[in-house]
């Protein structure tokens, strides 16, 4: 049902502008419905629960009963009804436990309805939303909002794991190669094709998605110790002794005090292999529920036939060498829970005293890692590769209306996009605009009012740049890009702890995004009121031969500024710089209104008197 009423919600009219909000609105629709259905299935399926509680109450008090019955008249007939009345009582207890089973799949699925409802209106997600990946330093992150509350990553994550949430920061922050990213765009077209696949997935993983990425991140599974060599041989002599005590006691041919011996040999190489089974508890201690999430991922990626090369890559590497990586996994979890039945101190006692337990579990657990820890670091990236996929796949299916960017073939500089918004803005209040730079005019210098939309342009064009890279659909009715780097200038800060005033901070910046596109030409630069901290005259000779020396070296910036000094450099580069400015519209009463649509041309009208006056300043 779900495929079903996304793939008829592609039906829907070319006006773009209306095209998203109608998607929303469509979308919202979709949610709502399939949330007031899985309410009526959850209701039956309480019901159902009663029922089957009272039922097993039932069964068993009249199992009890007859079974009294039965015992105190001794009649061979009467103990046909316990008999049946205890199968009844097992089938009770089976059909109530896959009722049960059930009950918990509608309710996740319900909660994982409502949190995608939620996030198309812009409320926030029930997933991690990236703090830990934060980084002030990054070439674009913390000007795109990459990471943190009401960022990008929030929006878009929909991965339980710790692999899963590093692998979608990674794609967001790092410069991947062409192939890769049409290899991942094409492997997030598949998955999306997959909704309620992908959904299934996401129920088995819900209940137990990280809530600290710095807590809970998976650390690598790997061999920290190795058994004492004579320790295997000293296992088989304690079982050939207790072997032969048993034998000798049961042939009545010494007293059962014999069996003092092999307790004694025991305790003496449980003392001797403490350091190290207490060595591998550590290691695998609290793992079972960290190693079943991972099972249930690569099992599904084993499982499915893909069509996409790098979802099949992916496949592959869980299969090197023959071994599945799922049946490893369980292999690990199995012989981890077995590791815990001796932390019941009697059970424990009885295991390690007469059996050596801990030990021979441990010798297991060695023998696992000698054949498979090297392997698990690459299994665990594959498993995060494929949630980071279904979280970009779920931008599809949440946004319809939204497009796949086409990477250009070309080496040379190019954007074009039609009607591009920012993601993050609710489609009632987003406004889209056309825009195209190519090399040969690859300077783009917008002008405009305080507020008119200048930095959320730059926002909307670098945001959107960092999806496709990702491999991800954009918001926009088309976008065609060539393969580039991104570095912004955007919001500089003075820093106490470094003890740099704002204006160093900048100089520090624009140092290194200079070097940066230098070295690489190709690197598109999105600039936000250059040299800010200095006095006018500085800074607009400052922007000015900043702008030269990027037209010197051929490297595509788009630069929002309010010097119009900037803005008729056109005329002394015609063939280099062009000018685009937001607008402002100034009623007969003075207040203003913004349309936030980007035009050709430099802007001359500007609002800092109007908004001065509105806090009883009248500048004249």
């Not at 000293?234 to 011996?261: D, P």
């Not at 059970?347 to 441990?362: K, Q, R, T």
Request: net charge neutral.
């Amino acid at each position: 049902m779900y495929l079903f009423l996304i793939n008829s919600l592609t039906l829907l009219p070319d006006n773009r502008n209306s095209h998203q909000l109608d998607s929303q609105i469509a979308m919202l629709q979709l949610f709502k419905e399939l949330i007031t259905d899985l309410e009526k299935q959850i209701e039956q399926l309480e019901k159902k629960d009663n029922r089957f509680s009272i039922l097993r109450l039932i069964t068993f008090s009249g199992f009890f009963i007859s079974l009294v019955f039965a015992l105190e008249s001794r009649a061979a007939e009467l103990f046909l009804a316990p008999f049946v009345l205890l199968l009844g009582f097992i089938g009770v207890l089976l059909w109530h436990n896959q009722n049960l089973a059930t009950l918990r799949n509608k309710r996740t699925r319900k909660e994982i309805f409502e949190n995608e409802r939620a996030c198309l209106q812009y409320q926030p997600n029930a997933y991690y939303q990236g703090a830990f990946f934060y980084d002030p330093e990054h070439d674009f992150s913390s000007d795109m909002d990459a990471f943190g509350k009401n960022s990008l990553f929030a929006y878009v994550n929909r991965a339980a794991t710790g692999v899963g949430n590093q692998a979608l920061a990674q794609w967001l922050t790092e410069k991947s190669s062409k192939e890769e990213i049409l290899q991942r765009q094409a492997a997030v077209k598949e998955l999306a094709a997959r909704p309620d696949w992908c959904i299934g997935l996401r129920i088995q993983l819900f209940e137990k998605r990280i809530r600290d990425f710095q807590k809970e991140n998976l650390p690598a599974i790997e061999k920290t110790v190795s058994p004492p060599k004579p320790l295997p041989f000293l296992v088989w002599l304690s079982r050939g002794i207790l072997l032969a005590s048993v034998l000798l006691i049961a042939f009545n041919a010494i007293h059962a005090s014999i069996l003092t011996v092999p307790l004694m040999v025991n305790i003496i190489i449980n003392w001797y292999a403490f350091r190290y089974t207490q060595t591998i508890k550590v290691q695998l201690e609290g793992r079972e529920r960290t190693l079943n999430e991972y099972y249930k991922i690569l099992t599904e990626l084993e499982n499915q036939s893909w069509e996409s090369e790098y979802l099949k890559a992916m496949q592959d590497k869980l299969s090197e060498h023959g071994a599945k990586a799922s049946h490893a996994i369980r292999q690990l979890r199995q012989l981890s829970q077995k590791l815990d039945y001796s932390l019941n101190m009697a059970l424990g006692a009885v295991l390690n005293y007469f059996f050596l337990w801990d030990i021979a579990i441990g010798l297991k657990i060695s023998r696992w890692f000698d054949g498979h820890a090297e392997k698990t670091a690459q299994w665990f990236t594959t498993s995060g590769q494929l949630e980071a996929l279904i979280s970009l796949a779920n931008i599809e299916n949440n946004h319809p209306a939204w497009t796949y960017p086409l990477i250009h073939p070309s080496e040379k500089f190019i954007i074009r996009a039609r009607e591009a918004g920012h993601p993050l803005i609710n489609e009632k209040q987003r406004v889209c605009n056309d825009f195209t730079m190519e090399s040969h005019n690859a300077i783009s210098m917008i002008t405009g009012s305080n507020m008119a939309g200048k930095s959320t342009f730059l926002r909307t064009l670098g945001v959107n740049i960092v999806l496709a890279h990702a491999g991800a659909p954009v918001c926009a009715t088309q976008m065609e890009i060539s393969h580039f780097p991104i570095m912004t200038y955007l919001t500089i800060t003075d820093s106490l702890s470094e003890n740099t005033s704002t204006f160093y901070r900048e100089i520090k910046r624009l140092k290194k995004i200079l070097d940066t596109a230098r070295a690489n030409h190709n690197t598109l630069l999105l600039l936000d009121e250059m040299l800010r901290g200095t006095n006018s005259a500085d800074k607009a000779r400052g922007s000015m031969a900043i702008t030269r020396e990027l037209i010197r070296h051929h490297i595509p910036a788009v630069i929002a500024t309010h010097n119009l000094e900037l803005a008729e450099m056109q005329k002394e580069f015609p063939e280099n710089i062009n000018n685009y400015f937001f607008d402002i519209i100034i009623e007969p009463d003075s207040t203003m209104r913004f349309d936030y649509k980007l035009k050709p041309g430099i802007c001359n009208t500007f609002n800092a008197s109007l908004l001065l006056k509105e806090i009883g300043i009248d500048v004249g």
